[in-house]
């Protein structure tokens, strides 16, 4: 059939911010990513597209790096597409770059590791400009604790302890494999972020709030680094710290 | 007199979020940056405090140091005044630090120099982040031509044709002493930023905006380096580029 051989698959690099969004996937009668990007590219192609992406953001959560993927008959010059993309998105959502791949690609499934970066101001005032994209938090932070309560995470794991009970079930196997969980001090260009990076083949839902908050108890000396690994053996949910706040997270980087 | 012994001097540096605002300086029924900062050292310190600002920015212009400074009997621990200020005061505007000085300081007329920052977003997309913070322009600027330009404005003139013009007679001599007006692309934290620095004794209303604007007819190609030189000699306001809009310009210095 002509047809399936000049389908052509579309990889396509997003930036977003979610503080406005119920999240990445699609929902009736709430704002999504996924609905944003459906709603420009139908108009724009002529014809109905789903898209499917990497990553499914929670509410409120932004993006630096979110890959998506659609698959269309329409012909099209990249560069044309993202511009006009561009000019009917909202101003909080915008295509990076577009590229034609082979359609077999798709975002979530071809994906092999996703990376996210968590931004906590820790110092002794607030930022005005900071105050949407991270969570601020007065206290100074034990960054050695936190680095050797994060090595108990990284591997191969049932993270249970660290994600939404009920979906354990739902989801299937509760297991993950983190690749990286490191924590930095920032000096340039903000000096008093400590950014949480992140890289795992998947996550389960909440998993890098919840390893963050956790995180953030042992900073705070309420946890011992040793206690992260007896919470994570443990495999209860209500042991480990709490969700940290969605504003401060963002997808950072997908890898195929 | 004993009391006078005790006034001291208080200098803030603050930083802000100018959106929501109708500039730094004090107006009637109007959010300002001044107004918010009384409003919250009177509360505090229990007596009615005016606040002199080293530079009055206007409506949409951000801060990221901008110096304050009043005179005060009260007594109190700069930390703790500081904490309780950031508690009081909105989300968008925040006290980085709090000395105790001399009492003859004052914020404005001891300053000796300004120094502002443009944003210029010089990419092919738009994005989320910097939208609030930056000017997009995606047509490619010719760096080098800028820079050119540039050098045209730095050292002691009159800059008639680089301000609200109605403003020239009321304000004495629009005679002005630029130190440094320096363009340069950022690779990093983000790449695609174009950000023009400009280090003055004082600025004319409306004075770096309206280089900006000039200089980005330059990097655009409607006008050549050399026409800035004949606009800046000619000082006539109507000659040079429109005036670049307020959201992508940040107080970043203040010298004493």
Request: charged content about 25%; hydrophobic content about 40%; proline content about 4%.
């Amino acid at each position: 059939m002509t047809e399936k051989a000049d389908m052509r698959g579309i990889k396509m690099v997003v930036e977003y911010d979610g503080t406005n969004y119920a999240g990445f996937q699609r929902q009736p009668n709430q704002p999504t990513i996924q609905g944003e990007l459906e709603k420009a590219l139908s108009i724009i192609l002529r014809e109905e597209i789903k898209v499917v992406g990497a990553g499914r953001t929670d509410a409120g959560v932004h993006a630096l790096h979110q890959v998506v993927s659609f698959k269309t008959y329409a012909l099209f010059e990249a560069d044309r597409l993202q511009w006009s993309l561009n000019c009917l998105l909202p101003k909080d959502i915008a295509v990076k770059s577009i590229e034609i791949v082979d359609s077999s690609f798709c975002a979530r499934r071809s994906a092999t590791s996703r990376e996210y970066e968590y931004f906590i101001l820790n110092q002794s005032h607030p930022s005005p400009f900071l105050d949407r994209y991270s969570h601020f938090v007065a206290r100074r932070l034990n960054l050695k604790a936190m680095r050797e309560a994060a090595q108990f995470l990284v591997g191969t794991h049932d993270f249970s302890a660290f994600c939404v009970q009920s979906t354990v079930g739902g989801l299937g196997r509760p297991i993950r494999t983190v690749f990286e969980l490191a924590c930095r001090r920032t000096d340039k260009p903000v000096k008093g972020l400590l950014i949480i990076r992140v890289r795992a083949n998947a996550f389960l839902h909440n998993m890098v709030r919840t390893m963050v908050g956790t995180l953030l108890e042992v900073g705070l000396g309420n946890l011992t680094p040793g206690a992260v690994k007896e919470i994570l053996e443990g495999k209860e949910r209500t042991k480990a710290g709490p969700t940290a706040p969605a504003k401060a997270l963002f997808l950072t980087n997908i890898s195929y």
